[in-house]
């Protein structure tokens, strides 16, 4: 077969289904992408959580190292950027008597001292990212447009999903190293083959 006849189909149908904003709104690979992404949003939320509870109160302060936040804004930090992230989409209004956007009202509404504080603000945000998620269309997914702040540049849907992602499983690391230093074993990682 023609190398480059085989090239440009491998190359046109990825491209066609990201870039083409007028292909059908239900293919299958996007639904299958999106029911696949809730589910393991429902998974980091449950693990986020056990992390989170398995510090002690008294260990929202701690920090293994003195640049790095203590234990409960490093938390907040998760939290706050994906109600930045996932707002970005304009599908969900962000609840303003649990959450916020604005980095500076941060200790209004989670003081990074307080377990419970920051457990209701990190659980809030991460059930607003699941409201979001619920609204979440293939069409959104294609958008090029989505701005997080002024000057952050565009981003597509799916790019904005993937951030969110991995800066949850980044800071969240993170906090099960703040688990070790206190000599806390940390909570398992849920890892279930789906068979995908």
Known sequence: ??????????????????QSPSASPSSSFASSWLTS????????????LAVLDAMPADGFESKPHPVQ??????????????VVYFKSFGLVAVPAATLTTDREA???????????AVRRFVLASLQYVSSVLDKITEADLRRQDL????????????????RAYMHTAHHRG????????????PPAWKFEPTGH
């Open 69 to 82: 936040r203590p234990f409960g804004d490093q938390l907040r930090h998760l939290a706050h950027a994906n």
């Open 37 to 48: 992404f809730a589910a393991h949003w429902r998974d980091t939320e449950e693990y986020t």
């Open 106 to 116: 941060l200790d209004r509404y989670a003081t990074p001292a307080d377990k419970e």
């Open 174 to 185: 993170q906090a099960v190293v703040y688990l070790r230093v206190k000599g806390i074993t």
């Open 1 to 18: 077969m023609n190398r480059r006849i085989l090239l440009a189909g491998f190359i046109s149908t990825p491209l066609a289904l990201y």
């Open 147 to 162: 701005t997080l702040w002024e000057g952050s540049g565009s981003h597509s849907g799916t790019d904005i999903c993937l």
